[in-house]
């Protein structure tokens, strides 16, 4: 779980760089900015821009598909959590009534309502990057 959450962090610098690529100091949003301009004159710039947000769009998307395994595993880990808590003794985690006494919220709802987050979170991301059917 630790390394699907390390891999989560990294993954917002990556993303945060890939989008600064599109500004206008960075790679790309130059380039796209000043094609966009030639575009009415010159009808290959199309495909060129096609080319760059095709590149961009993949490089996204492998992001995406990154970030959505490590959550899948988080969630995995929050599932089996919530099913020791049921569970009497506890098997992962044995000092289950220390941990709810400090809390203030019951632990087993809020672990039980961030594996529902992350749950729908994923199945978003999956209707959301399928490629369009044709």
């Known amino acids: 779980m630790s390394d699907a959450f390390h891999e989560l962090t990294e993954i917002s610098a990556r993303l945060k760089a890939l989008d600064e690529t599109l500004s206008e100091d960075g790679k790309d949003g130059p380039r796209l900015q000043a094609a966009v301009g030639r575009v009415d004159r010159d009808k290959t710039q199309i495909r060129y821009i096609n080319g760059i947000v095709d590149e961009l ?77 044709i």
């Open 57 to 133: 769009n993949e490089k996204f998307l492998d992001q995406i598909n990154t970030a959505a395994q490590a959550l899948i595993i988080i969630g995995k880990h929050l599932k089996v959590m919530v099913e020791d808590i049921q569970k009497n003794p506890h098997d992962l985690i044995i000092n289950w009534k220390e941990l709810t006494a400090v809390s203030r919220s019951p632990i087993a709802q809020r672990i039980g309502d961030d594996y529902k987050k992350i749950n729908y979170f994923i199945q978003l991301l999956r209707l959301c990057t399928r490629p369009p059917e």
